[in-house]
């Protein structure tokens, strides 16, 4: 991306609007430019790399620098350290821009994230060898969003063995943000992949840890943690102690400072409860919770969030048999993950519409 390459390699603003016209006209670069995004994406010709390798390499001969130096158009050197230093913390930055973003402009976060998940898996490799590993936690918390959303799970699971082998020092009994992060991220793939009751061991002991409060104390995140408890307990079939855990987030979350991120936490954890009231029967109850949600989504313009609440009232109308409003829910979910690219989602709400036909056509 444009403003991340000129955030790296600081080059001058003047300067590169004057050679951009002359490397495109060149077909060295190819200027694309993206809907929704102001910033165009810059594609460079593969020659130009080792054009510019040997251009380095001939610099540092006649330079004999211990760090091996680059050279602008300008003739400014520039240690090649100092260089790399800046390559992974701006793309960890960009990481961390473009998760926040996700939220509300999901199809422009999400353009920018498939074409910069090489620059973001390297800049990611990089952190871990530079010893910066809080924020090689959180950067790949970031990436993970997108690499399950996209569905590339065997990419996140190797995002997820790198930082895996990362020792942090969590002191005297308690938990650092980096740790919490990981451990949060591996009993959610867990949960994925199917292994709740490995899952929720994984959350009761990242919650017991927690509770201690000895390094990282938050009641924020004991609430996803509670949350999350109830979603492995609700995979396991037990809807009425899932049921208990989502009250026990809800009435702490109420507890802080109503904070956007709260707020959409507290959205989410009405969507699960209404899930497992749904499961029970308790048609009318789930119906107000899906609602409840839906309400605080739409407040903050969060599109997916919105989508994903609107899938789960189709299912509730399916199982009451309300099937014209099933289908209306269903197709209105389906064209926004279909505009969003998550392809498991746009299959998952193909399949209910499958399933609303059916019972339209009352097949067994």
């Known amino acids: 991306w444009e403003k991340v390459l000129l955030m790296i390699t600081e080059i001058d603003k003047v300067l590169w609007s004057e050679i951009k016209p002359e490397l495109a006209n060149a077909s060295l670069i190819r200027i694309e430019e993206i809907a929704g995004v102001t910033v165009p994406y810059i594609h460079f010709h593969p020659t130009l790399v080792p054009y510019l390798r040997q251009s380095n390499q001939q610099t540092a001969d006649s330079n004999q620098q211990s760090a091996i130096p680059l050279r602008y158009a300008t003739g400014t050197i520039v240690n090649n350290q100092q260089l790399l230093d800046r390559y992974w913390r701006g793309y960890y930055e960009f990481a961390t821009f473009l998760y926040q973003t996700d939220t509300q402009s999901p199809l422009q976060a999400r353009a920018l994230a498939v074409r910069e998940m090489p620059n973001l898996r390297r800049a990611l490799r990089m952190a871990i060898e530079a ?38 020092d969590v002191g005297s009994g308690g938990i650092t943000k980096a740790e919490y992060l990981r451990e949060t991220q591996r009993g959610q793939v867990l949960l994925q992949q199917g292994r709740a009751g490995e899952a929720e061991r994984v959350f009761r002991a990242l919650l017991a840890r927690l509770e201690r409060g000895a390094v990282y104390d938050s009641r924020y995140a004991q609430t996803l943690i509670l949350r999350n408890i109830g979603r492995a307990l609700g995979a396991q079939g037990k809807p009425s102690s899932a049921e208990e855990h989502y009250r026990a987030a809800l009435k702490l979350a109420g507890t802080l400072e109503p904070t956007k991120n709260v707020r959409r936490q507290m959205s989410a954890c009405h969507t699960d409860l209404a899930n497992v009231l749904r499961d029970m029967g308790q048609y009318a109850e789930a119906e107000a919770e899906y609602n409840t949600s839906l309400v605080i989504h739409r407040e903050q313009g969060n599109d997916r969030d919105v989508a994903v609440n609107l899938g789960q009232l189709g299912t509730l109308a399916l199982v009451q048999k309300r099937l014209p409003e099933a289908r209306k829910r269903y197709v209105e979910a389906l064209e926004t993950f279909r505009r969003m690219g998550e392809t498991q989602s746009e299959a998952i709400f193909w399949h209910q519409l499958g399933r609303v036909a059916e019972e339209e056509s009352e097949w067994s």
Do not use: H, P, T
């Not at 993970?144 to 082998?165: A, I, Q, T, Y």
């Open 131 to 168: 010893g910066a590993m809080d924020e090689a936690v959180q950067f790949a918390e970031c990436i993970n969003r997108f690499l399950n959303n996209f569905g590339r799970w065997r990419e996140r699971d190797e995002v997820n063995k790198e930082v895996g082998s990362l020792k942090l």
